[in-house]
């Protein structure tokens, strides 16, 4: 999670209480008395600083349906697609992965890249959508409802307190994501060359069901993460710009947490 500084002059040291002459000793006497502050620009004094809009949750809320949005339309173009094209899915993947790694490394978050990878997400979820739909009929809106609760659940947990991020909480849920992606391309590797797969990642057994559920619960503690993002950045007065960050982290959460629950309820439903 990027640090928040805040934008208001008061939390801050330095510049506090610059561009005015200070006042004199208590005591003393000058003619007409200490006179107001001229206005900002005069000589001496600097330009007045630009005002720069401060984060809301309704700057949140609606800069996530902008994104989800995005998501939803070009999912809707996956899901046309999907029969006559198998491998555009794991491009999309992968593009999508490569641009998150981007987004999250840059120090100021760029809307553009954000709406970009929504629409690769979008894409890639589709397609993986319309091919667990056609193995098993009425499994996509079982997934749908099941992420809904799952995050219904989380913000729950979150505002009663009795969930809170930590940094070892952010550890483990990094650790394991990337642990996933990596057991993915190791999957697919071994799907290419071999026509196998790796059985614990796709096989009904109960160590595979386990496997499922562990990484469900874990995908879960994702949005505990975005919520502590979001109230800390809204409290600290972060810049406006920040709801694209947190529409990012939203979405990653809600992707992860839906095609985890794909794969547990194709595993039991095998």
Do not use: C
Not at 97 to 123: N, T, W
Not at 231 to 245: I, N, T, Y
């Amino acid at each position: 999670m990027a640090e928040l500084r805040s934008s208001n002059p008061a939390f801050t040291r330095t510049g506090f209480g610059q561009g005015r002459p200070p006042a004199p000793p208590e005591g003393s006497w000058q003619p007409g008395g200490w006179p107001p502050a001229p206005p900002p620009g005069q000589p001496g004094y600097p330009p007045p600083a630009p005002v720069r809009e401060r984060l809301t949750y309704d700057d949140v809320i609606m800069h996530t349906l902008g994104v989800f949005a995005v998501m939803l339309v070009l999912a809707g173009l996956g899901w046309y697609i999907a029969p006559d094209s198998p491998g555009l899915a794991i491009g999309a993947f992968v593009a999508a992965l490569a641009l998150s790694f981007v987004i999250s490394m840059r120090e100021r978050i760029s809307p553009p890249l954000v709406v970009v990878f929504a629409g690769l997400e979008g894409l890639a979820v589709g397609i993986v959508s319309r091919y667990y739909e056609t193995a098993f009929s009425g499994i996509v809106l079982q997934a749908l409802l099941g992420t809904a609760l799952v995050f219904v659940v989380m913000l729950v947990a979150y505002r009663s307190r009795r969930l809170r991020a930590t940094p070892r909480m952010a550890r483990i849920v990094m650790g394991t994501l990337l642990a996933v992606v990596l057991l993915g391309f190791v999957d697919l590797g071994i799907r290419i060359f071999t026509g196998s797969h790796l059985p614990v990642i796709n096989d009904p057994s109960p160590l595979g069901i386990l496997f499922s559920i562990v990484v469900l619960a874990v995908a879960s503690l994702q949005f505990i993460l975005d919520f502590d993002y979001i109230e800390r950045a809204v409290a600290s007065g972060a810049p406006r710009e920040e709801a694209w960050r947190a529409a990012f982290g939203l979405l990653v959460g809600f992707v992860w947490v839906y095609l985890e629950l794909l794969r547990l309820l194709s595993k039991l439903r095998q």
